[in-house]
């Protein structure tokens, strides 16, 4: 497991403080039940998130502080637990690599098929705004968590697992549609 090699630089808020004072260890508790370093760094950074929003938190000692934290990071990891019960997360990899086709052995038919496939994806990828096109490629292509993905595009966490959820949602629904038409992709 590797971490973080140095600490984040100090911050003088009150949230900064709280995380310079934790960080490092709800990280390994949570690294404890989350296999993925990247997922474990998202909930951390949903932990926190948590914290700016429950005000009363600063108000209390510093041992109940971190209970609460510890208590708020195991419950982050229960939901995403229970998230891939649901909907047992794939790798994109994973996925293409199955479905990769060896252009060779393709009859004349799968080869147009698989063509039209190809270009309706880039249809589909196209009709999205850049935006959506931006956190799709940072996702998938780029293997971002959305934590890195929120600096770069100056956004919230919250704001681009929103924009992503929907944008895959957009996209599943095209192809529900197209194959409810008779259109079917497979």
Request: charged share 25%; with cysteine; glycine share 4%.
């Amino acid at each position: 497991m590797q971490l973080v090699s140095s600490p984040p630089e100090p911050v003088e808020t009150p949230v900064g403080q709280l995380y310079q004072r934790h960080w490092l260890g709800l990280l390994i508790a949570i690294r404890q039940h989350i296999p993925s370093e990247a997922d474990a760094e998202d909930i951390l950074l949903d932990v926190f998130l948590a914290a700016m929003e429950h005000s009363a938190l600063f108000q209390i000692s510093a041992q109940r502080q971190e209970a609460w934290l510890r208590r708020v990071a195991y419950n982050k990891c229960m939901d995403y637990h229970r998230r891939g019960i649901r909907r047992p997360a794939q790798s994109l990899h994973d996925d293409v690599a199955e479905r990769l086709v060896d252009e060779k052995t393709l009859t004349p038919e799968q080869s147009l098929l698989h063509q039209e496939e190809l270009t309706q994806l880039q249809e589909h990828l196209g009709s999205l705004s850049r935006e959506q096109q931006e956190v799709l490629r940072l996702r998938f292509a780029d293997e971002l968590p959305c934590a890195q993905i929120a600096a770069r595009m100056r956004k919230s966490e919250g704001a681009i697992r929103t924009m992503l959820s929907r944008t895959l949602n957009l996209l599943r629904g095209i192809y529900k549609q197209r194959r409810e038409e008779g259109n079917c992709y497979e």
